[in-house]
Nanobody
Framework: QVQLVESGGGLVQPGGSLRLSCAAS???????MGWYRQAPGKQREVVAA????????NYADSVQGRFTISRDDAKNTVYLQMHSLKPEDTSVYYC????????????????WGQGTQVTVSS
Protein backbone atom coordinates (compact mmCIF):
# COMPACT_ATOMS: atom_id res chain seq x y z
CA GLN A 1 0.00 0.00 0.00
CA VAL A 2 1.17 3.52 -0.74
CA GLN A 3 0.01 6.94 0.46
CA LEU A 4 0.06 9.79 -2.03
CA VAL A 5 0.22 13.50 -1.25
CA GLU A 6 -0.26 16.12 -3.95
CA SER A 7 1.01 19.69 -3.89
CA GLY A 8 1.42 22.61 -6.26
CA GLY A 9 -2.18 23.48 -7.01
CA GLY A 10 -3.52 27.00 -6.88
CA LEU A 11 -4.95 29.90 -8.83
CA VAL A 12 -3.41 30.75 -12.19
CA GLN A 13 -4.42 33.00 -15.05
CA PRO A 14 -5.38 31.58 -18.44
CA GLY A 15 -2.26 30.85 -20.45
CA GLY A 16 -0.22 30.32 -17.32
CA SER A 17 1.67 27.31 -16.04
CA LEU A 18 1.71 25.15 -12.93
CA ARG A 19 3.61 22.08 -11.83
CA LEU A 20 1.91 19.56 -9.61
CA SER A 21 3.94 17.17 -7.48
CA CYS A 22 2.94 13.92 -5.85
CA ALA A 23 5.05 12.46 -3.06
CA ALA A 24 4.57 8.80 -2.22
CA SER A 25 5.12 7.19 1.17
CA UNK A 26 7.09 4.34 -0.36
CA UNK A 27 8.54 3.02 -3.57
CA UNK A 28 6.54 3.78 -6.72
CA UNK A 29 8.68 1.71 -9.06
CA UNK A 30 6.10 -1.09 -9.29
CA UNK A 31 3.20 1.21 -10.20
CA UNK A 32 1.79 2.97 -13.19
CA MET A 33 1.43 6.52 -11.91
CA GLY A 34 -1.27 8.86 -13.07
CA TRP A 35 -3.08 12.13 -12.67
CA TYR A 36 -6.86 12.21 -12.79
CA ARG A 37 -9.16 15.17 -12.44
CA GLN A 38 -12.79 15.69 -11.61
CA ALA A 39 -14.73 18.93 -11.54
CA PRO A 40 -18.15 19.33 -9.89
CA GLY A 41 -20.85 17.89 -12.11
CA LYS A 42 -18.36 16.43 -14.56
CA GLN A 43 -17.05 12.95 -15.21
CA ARG A 44 -13.70 11.84 -13.92
CA GLU A 45 -10.98 12.23 -16.54
CA VAL A 46 -7.67 10.44 -16.80
CA VAL A 47 -5.39 13.37 -17.51
CA ALA A 48 -2.12 11.49 -17.88
CA ALA A 49 -0.43 8.21 -17.01
CA UNK A 50 3.13 6.96 -17.06
CA UNK A 51 4.04 3.31 -16.87
CA UNK A 52 6.69 1.56 -14.84
CA UNK A 53 10.07 2.28 -16.31
CA UNK A 54 8.58 5.20 -18.29
CA UNK A 55 7.96 2.88 -21.22
CA UNK A 56 4.54 4.33 -21.99
CA UNK A 57 2.74 7.60 -21.45
CA ASN A 58 -0.88 8.42 -22.14
CA TYR A 59 -2.65 11.77 -22.24
CA ALA A 60 -6.23 12.90 -22.52
CA ASP A 61 -6.92 14.57 -25.86
CA SER A 62 -7.87 17.72 -23.99
CA VAL A 63 -4.35 18.16 -22.57
CA GLN A 64 -2.18 16.62 -25.28
CA GLY A 65 0.70 18.92 -26.11
CA ARG A 66 0.14 21.13 -23.05
CA PHE A 67 0.72 18.77 -20.12
CA THR A 68 3.67 16.50 -19.39
CA ILE A 69 3.79 13.72 -16.82
CA SER A 70 7.10 12.55 -15.41
CA ARG A 71 8.35 10.41 -12.57
CA ASP A 72 11.44 10.21 -10.39
CA ASP A 73 11.48 6.78 -8.81
CA ALA A 74 14.56 7.62 -6.75
CA LYS A 75 12.52 10.34 -5.03
CA ASN A 76 9.20 8.44 -5.11
CA THR A 77 7.68 11.48 -6.78
CA VAL A 78 5.51 12.10 -9.82
CA TYR A 79 5.02 15.42 -11.56
CA LEU A 80 2.50 17.00 -13.88
CA GLN A 81 3.80 20.04 -15.74
CA MET A 82 0.92 22.08 -17.11
CA HIS A 83 1.30 24.85 -19.68
CA SER A 84 -1.15 27.04 -21.60
CA LEU A 85 -3.77 26.49 -18.95
CA LYS A 86 -7.40 27.11 -19.84
CA PRO A 87 -10.44 27.81 -17.64
CA GLU A 88 -11.73 24.33 -18.53
CA ASP A 89 -8.67 22.84 -16.80
CA THR A 90 -10.12 24.00 -13.49
CA SER A 91 -10.62 20.92 -11.36
CA VAL A 92 -9.39 18.89 -8.43
CA TYR A 93 -6.36 16.91 -9.58
CA TYR A 94 -5.67 13.53 -8.01
CA CYS A 95 -2.42 11.57 -8.04
CA UNK A 96 -2.93 7.87 -8.50
CA UNK A 97 -0.97 4.62 -8.39
CA UNK A 98 -2.08 1.47 -10.16
CA UNK A 99 -0.58 -1.98 -10.48
CA UNK A 100 -1.81 -2.50 -14.03
CA UNK A 101 -1.48 -0.13 -17.00
CA UNK A 102 -4.86 -1.03 -18.50
CA UNK A 103 -6.65 -0.25 -15.25
CA UNK A 104 -4.75 3.03 -14.85
CA UNK A 105 -5.74 4.41 -18.26
CA UNK A 106 -9.30 3.24 -17.73
CA UNK A 107 -9.58 5.35 -14.60
CA UNK A 108 -9.52 2.46 -12.14
CA UNK A 109 -6.59 3.37 -9.92
CA UNK A 110 -5.70 1.30 -6.87
CA UNK A 111 -4.52 4.21 -4.73
CA TRP A 112 -5.50 7.88 -4.69
CA GLY A 113 -4.18 11.03 -3.10
CA GLN A 114 -6.48 13.54 -1.45
CA GLY A 115 -6.41 15.91 -4.40
CA THR A 116 -5.22 19.44 -5.06
CA GLN A 117 -7.35 22.22 -6.49
CA VAL A 118 -6.30 23.93 -9.72
CA THR A 119 -8.25 27.04 -10.67
CA VAL A 120 -7.66 28.81 -13.97
CA SER A 121 -9.27 32.22 -13.94
CA SER A 122 -8.51 35.84 -14.66
Amino acid sequence: QVQLVESGGGLVQPGGSLRLSCAASGSISMYTMGWYRQAPGKQREVVAAISRGEVHTNYADSVQGRFTISRDDAKNTVYLQMHSLKPEDTSVYYCTATYRWDRAVAGNADYWGQGTQVTVSS
